[in-house]
T-cell receptor, first 116, second 111 residues
Framework: AQSVAQPEDQVNVAEGNPLTVKCTYS??????LFWYVQYPNRGLQFLLK??????LVKGSYGFEAEFNKSQTSFHLKKPSALVSDSALYFC??????????????FGTGTQLKVEL | DTAVSQTPKYLVTQMGNDKSIKCEQN?????MYWYKQDSKKFLKIMFS???????INETVPNRFSPKSPDKAHLNLHINSLELGDSAVYFC??????????FGPGTRLTVL
């Protein structure tokens, strides 16, 4: 079975400071990992993914994420947060061995609040 | 140009009614999905179709029935609506099991 955990319901950070949103996963095989962002009353927007290759993945809007196999983590990061980054962030995982049909399992979401 | 669109955006109805939500994607993707997001923002897959064939069918009451007339469309029909069906329903699509692109959602309220 595949699962993903986002241990923080909310993360608060001051504008200009670096931000990290945490994600850990559990799969049988090598994971496909994704980050999505959801603004209020909107659908989810794809930010970045890790399938294979470099552990540091760069995505949209200056976000990046680091795949760490030993810690089974895929934390989302940004060097300098903006107020406009405030939104709900979802981590998702797919196990290619068992996640048939491109089934994604989503975390419970982390609300990011960036303050002036 | 809208990539994944859903209609209606809002749906308010009485318990016991039957309703449908429509989804269309113009991305040329081969796989489409329906997700349910509850009031706590928890997101769970319901169904997935690949080239009009049902490939994911999660533990969902059989009052929910998806239908894919072609690769670009995936509709969701719900019979005998219940209070617990109130949620936001998202359609999504993907190509070759890559990242999924989501529609804007349909907020269903059952009174």
């Amino acid at each position: 079975a595949q699962s993903v955990a986002q241990p923080e319901d909310q993360v608060n950070v001051a504008e200009g400071n670096p931000l990290t949103v945490k994600c850990t996963y559990s799969v049988s095989g090598n994971p496909y990992l994704f980050w999505y962002v959801q603004y209020p009353n909107r659908g989810l927007q794809f930010l970045l993914k890790y399938i294979t290759g470099d552990n540091l993945v760069k995505g949209s809007y200056g976000f990046e994420a680091e795949f760490n196999k030993s810690q089974t983590s895929f934390h989302l990061k940004k060097p300098s947060a903006l107020v406009s980054d405030s939104a709900l962030y979802f981590c998702a995982v797919r196990d290619p061995l068992t996640g048939g049909g491109n089934k994604l399992t989503f975390g419970t979401g982390t609300q990011l609040k960036v303050e002036l | 140009d809208t990539a994944v669109s859903q209609t209606p955006k809002y749906l308010v109805t009485q318990m016991g009614n039957d309703k449908s939500i429509k989804c269309e994607q113009n991305l040329g993707h081969d796989t489409m999905y329906w997700y349910k997001q509850d009031s706590k923002k928890f997101l769970k897959i319901m169904f997935s179709y690949n080239n009009k064939e049902l490939i994911i069918n999660e533990t969902v009451p059989n009052r929910f029935s998806p239908k894919s007339p072609d690769k670009a469309h995936l509709n969701l029909h719900i019979n005998s609506l219940e209070l617990g069906d109130s949620a936001v329903y998202f359609c999504a699509s993907s190509q070759n099991r890559q990242e999924q692109f989501f529609g804007p959602g349909t907020r269903l309220t059952v009174l």
